[in-house]
């Protein structure tokens, strides 16, 4: 253990001497196994496919984050209007409008035997709230528009009500004659 008896420099400066010492072994192997680590972490994270991405991990505890609060929280228009601002909520939708609702309403939401979603008239309101209501309940008794509650998570009615907020209100595409009363 020769190697760490102080040797001190030749030079010396107002009287004061510097050793010229090896690193500690301790402080060489933490500094050598947080290089190894660096590099590891890179390669898992970054280099390769291995690791979830940030993005990925975002997105992952995001989605936690909203199937809490859509379980815990009640359901207020402003957080509707928020989810119709989210890609993925959309993408969410879109799929829920085309398999469950397009039937009646048309994939564009210009309407068939259910009323034209892209004009201004509403039979019960535009508000997001009235629309989270309507497709939860469901509409008039024996027009076709069921109450969704039964057959689609309260999860799934808020990403299919964020589709038709944030895709299909106010496109005012060409199809089903308006229904009821226009929005003030
Ligand atoms: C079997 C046909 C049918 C299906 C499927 C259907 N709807 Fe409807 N929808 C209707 C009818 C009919 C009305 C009118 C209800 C009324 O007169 O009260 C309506 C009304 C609505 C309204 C209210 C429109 C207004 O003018 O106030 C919304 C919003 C709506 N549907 C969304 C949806 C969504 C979202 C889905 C899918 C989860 C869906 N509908 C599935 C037939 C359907």
Redesign the pocket.
Known sequence: MSEYIDKLREHEFDGIHEFDNYLPRWWLWTFYLACIFSVVYWLYYHGTALGPSSTAHFDNEYEAHLALEAKTKPVTGAMLEEYAKLPKMLEAGKQ??ET??A???KPDGSGL???N?TDK??????GAE??YK??SE???PG????A?KTL?SAQK?QQ??A??LGAIKHTNRPGKAP??TPEK
């Open positions: 829920i409008f469950n609702c039937t009646c309403h035997v259910g009323p979603l008239h509403w039979i019960h309101g535009p009235t629309i309507v497709v469901g509409g008039r027009q076709g528009m069921v969704w689609l009615r299919v009500v589709y038709v229904e009821g």
